[in-house]
């Protein structure tokens, strides 16, 4: 079984200035994706960013990027230059590859609130 | 870019009535995910398709049920409502079977029992 764990319910930030933003996981799965997803008082679930675990390089889009570690099952968040857009509940995400045999249902973890300060 | 879309966006029942939740896929996505958020919650899987065929089963109770069907939009029935399933409801899809599978959400519906 999978567990995604995000052990910061909050956390803030400074207008232009960088956050990062933590989650462990724990799989037995051999090949795996793991995502960040933002939930902004909308509640619309939108794709941050994705991680190939076979891919050792951090995956990176615009201001958003990740390490991922895998030896630690550690996969963080780093926003730069934080906007005041960003403000959201940010879900932290592991999903087995189809290919391991899996159908691939997405685990969450609970969940960080960013507040975004002007 | 088609997005997924669900309907109703908000759905206020009594208890013991009867809801349906539809999703339509992102256009050439096979499979279709169900999740429920409580208030403050992270999303809980339910139910997943894929060629119309359910392919898992998450934490979903008897008194609800889904079908994916010919056009790959998918349906959730929820029978007997309680006050508990008051939530919001995404639907997901995903091109599966290749690498890189991506979800994409759709705006969710809003389910309030009363």
């Known amino acids: 079984a999978q567990t995604v764990t995000q052990s910061q319910p909050e956390m803030s930030v400074q207008e232009a200035e960088t956050v990062t933003l933590s989650c462990t996981y724990d799989t037995s799965e051999s090949d795996y994706y793991l995502f960040w997803y933002k939930q902004p008082p909308s509640r619309q679930m939108i794709l941050v960013i994705r991680q190939e675990a076979y891919k050792q390089q951090n995956a990176t889009e615009n201001r958003f990027s990740v390490n991922f570690q895998k030896a630690a099952k550690s996969f963080s968040l780093k926003i730069s230059d934080s906007q005041l857009g960003d403000a959201a509940m940010y879900f932290c995400a592991s999903y087995p590859s189809h290919g391991s045999g899996n159908t691939g249902k997405l685990i969450f973890g609970q969940g960080t609130t960013l507040q975004v300060k002007p | 870019a088609a997005g997924v879309i669900q309907s109703p966006r908000h759905l206020i029942k009594e208890k013991r009535e009867t809801a349906t939740l539809k999703c339509y896929p992102i256009p050439r996505h096979d499979t279709v995910y169900w999740y429920q958020q409580g208030p403050g919650q992270d999303p809980q899987f339910l139910i997943s398709f894929y060629e119309k065929m359910q392919s898992d089963k998450g934490s979903i109770p008897d008194r609800f049920s889904a079908q994916q069907f010919s056009d790959y939009h998918s349906e959730l029935n929820m029978s007997s409502l309680e006050l508990g399933d008051s939530a919001l409801y995404f639907c997901?899809?995903?091109?599966?079977?290749?690498?890189?599978?991506?979800?994409?959400f759709g705006s969710g519906t809003q389910l309030s029992v009363l």
């Open positions: 997901a899809s995903s091109l599966a079977g290749g690498v890189g599978e991506k979800l994409f």
